[in-house]
Each structure stands twice: as structure tokens, then as C-alpha cells.
């Protein structure tokens, strides 16, 4: 019965490894909530809103199956006048099959801001990340390798908005090769990522004071080795609750997921929960693989006697502030 179960165990063990391997080695963490996200979105974005910023996220993928890959992220940036850009510092720790397998990335990012007339402003970031990546099954008592490797990488972005739009372009693991993961070498594809949003006030010109909504259509394209997906959809924003719907679709523009997500915020406070349904599983090809999302965020506005700096106005639902 011992043997058993332990074969049963070193069975499952690999196929975490082997689900592991294949998610390093086709594409990073997609987040639900990427329209929240703004330093894992583009480097370029650390000091855009001006004011202290604190990003916290926890995303629970393929609930079904327990706590399988479970991602922790946490992100701090603002900007500062005396360098005329951004810093910010951005951590990702993603835990695999109950933490035997754990992955931590740690970014540091600085941005430029550069003014280009009265309606266009460009931001360029850079961004220093360490990666670290370690296997341990010391506490279930088997006899299995443990080894922990650390791989430095760097990324690049630019962004340029203007009062009511943003463009945005972002390059990750520009030292695209093989991490090692000792005794294996996985694939580190470079990731490129583009995307457009625009805000839209929606009201009625004859009625007086008339509900005012905030529409956000927005759309992000990401490849990453051969994967290529693209996010579209909208947020909607009145007063202080929030509502998005996006769907994901790859190439050829099979739809793979529908997200939906909503919020509320609470003066300095913004929380937001998602969830990504897999299409897929109707198909029966992933059944019960979609995931949960929360995300909170937090502003600092600053005395209102010091200066303003120009922040990015939109869209709301990704700058904060």
C-alpha cells in the first residue's frame, strides 16, 4: 500500500512539474484583472498616477483541484518630482501543488516622464527583475530532489496618453533563453504586450443632473512564445462601483475565457473581485479551470497644497488615484 501510494504521489509530483515547466515555458501568469494591474501591465506605468500606490493581489487558478497554482502579488510605486519619473518595486510569489514548487519574481522599475504638448504625455520605463525558482517536498516525507536556482531578467515599456486615452507597449524577459531549473532548462519566451483604452462619459444632456457613467472599453494583446492571446471588452464606472467584462480569445480568435469582475472603493481604498471562466470547459478540453481574483488598492493623495504633477486620467479602472 506504501509503494502504491507513492508511486501514485511521484506520478502526481511530475505532473505538476510537467504543468509547471509548461506554464514557464508558454507564458507567464495571466491576470483577470489586468486592467488593475498597472506596474505587471507596463513598467512605464510606475509613477503615472503621482501619488503613493499600493497594488495587492491574490488570484486562485483552477479552484476545483484545491490550491494548485495560487499567485500572490504585491506592488508599491509614486512618483518623484526630483528625478522626473517613477519608482516602483513590484513582487510576484506563485505557489504549485501546495507550495512544492514555488516561484517569487522581484521587479524594480524606474520610468521617465516626458511632455510632449498640451494633450500628449509619454512615460518610459525599465524594469531589473530577479527571478527565483526552488522545488521542496521535505515535509511530505518522500525522497525527491530539492534544488533552488535565481535568474536576473529585464523589461522595458512606453506609454503616452493623453486626457481621455492610452496606448501602451511593454516588453518582458528581454534576456529571452532557458532559465535553469536544475537539472532541466526551461524556455523563457520574451513576452510582448500592447494595449489601447479609452474613457467615455455617458449621461443625459436633458435631464438635470443627470446620472453620469464612465465607460472603458479597452483591449490588451499579448504574445509570448507561440501563445497569442487578446483581452477586449469594457468596464463600466458609476460613482464609487465598478463592473468589467472581458473575453480572451487565441489565435485563431477561439474564445478561450469570459472574465467578469466588479468593485467598490471606499475613499483611499479600492477593492475588486473577478472571475475567469474557461470556455473551454464546455467543450470539456479544461473542465473546472477557471479561477478567482481579488484585488485590493490603495492611494495616498498628498497635502492639497503641494504641487500636482499632471497624473494619467485614464482609464480609471487601471490608474487609481
Not at 68 to 89: A, E, H, P, R
Not at 289 to 317: I, M, N, S, W
Request: net charge positive; charged share 15%.
Amino acid at each position: 500500500m506504501v509503494n502504491i501510494k507513492y508511486k501514485l504521489f511521484i506520478l502526481s509530483f511530475f505532473c505538476f512539474l510537467g504543468c509547471f515547466f509548461y506554464r514557464l515555458s508558454a507564458q507567464d501568469v495571466l491576470f483577470s484583472q489586468f486592467f488593475y494591474n498597472p506596474l505587471y501591465l507596463n513598467p512605464a506605468n510606475a509613477g503615472a498616477a503621482n501619488d503613493p500606490r499600493v497594488f495587492l493581489s491574490y488570484r486562485n487558478q483552477w479552484p476545483a483541484f484545491g490550491s494548485t497554482f495560487v499567485t500572490y502579488q504585491g506592488s508599491y510605486d509614486q512618483y518623484i518630482k526630483s528625478i522626473k519619473g517613477g519608482l516602483g518595486i513590484n513582487i510576484i510569489r506563485d505557489n504549485i501543488a501546495a507550495g512544492i514548487i514555488n516561484y517569487t519574481k522581484v521587479d524594480l522599475i524606474y520610468s521617465r516622464r516626458y511632455k510632449i504638448n498640451f494633450d500628449w504625455t509619454v512615460q518610459a520605463g525599465l524594469q531589473a527583475s530577479f527571478n527565483f525558482f526552488g522545488v521542496s517536498a521535505s515535509g511530505l516525507n518522500v525522497n525527491l530532489p530539492e534544488y533552488t536556482t535565481t535568474q536576473p531578467d529585464a523589461g522595458m515599456g512606453i506609454l503616452a496618453y493623453s486626457r481621455f486615452t492610452q496606448w501602451g507597449l511593454s516588453i518582458d524577459h528581454l534576456n529571452a533563453g532557458y532559465l535553469k531549473v536544475n537539472p532541466t532548462f526551461v524556455p523563457s519566451p520574451m513576452k510582448i504586450s500592447l494595449y489601447y483604452s479609452r474613457n467615455f462619459k455617458v449621461f443625459n444632456p436633458r435631464v438635470l443632473n443627470s446620472r453620469v457613467y464612465t465607460l472603458s472599453p479597452a483591449l490588451l494583446v499579448q504574445k509570448q512564445g507561440n501563445s497569442l492571446y487578446v483581452n477586449y471588452g469594457m468596464g463600466v464606472r458609476y460613482e464609487n462601483l465598478l463592473g468589467a467584462a472581458f473575453v480572451r480569445t487565441n489565435l485563431p480568435l477561439q474564445v478561450t475565457n469570459t472574465i467578469f469582475a466588479f468593485g467598490i472603493t471606499l475613499g483611499k481604498w479600492q477593492i475588486g473581485y473577478s472571475y475567469d471562466y474557461n470556455v473551454l470547459s464546455l467543450k470539456n478540453m479544461m473542465p473546472f479551470t477557471g479561477a478567482h481574483e481579488v484585488t485590493l488598492t490603495a492611494t495616498f493623495p498628498p497635502d492639497p497644497k503641494r504641487q500636482r504633477y499632471g497624473p494619467v486620467p485614464c482609464p480609471k479602472f487601471v490608474e487609481q488615484y
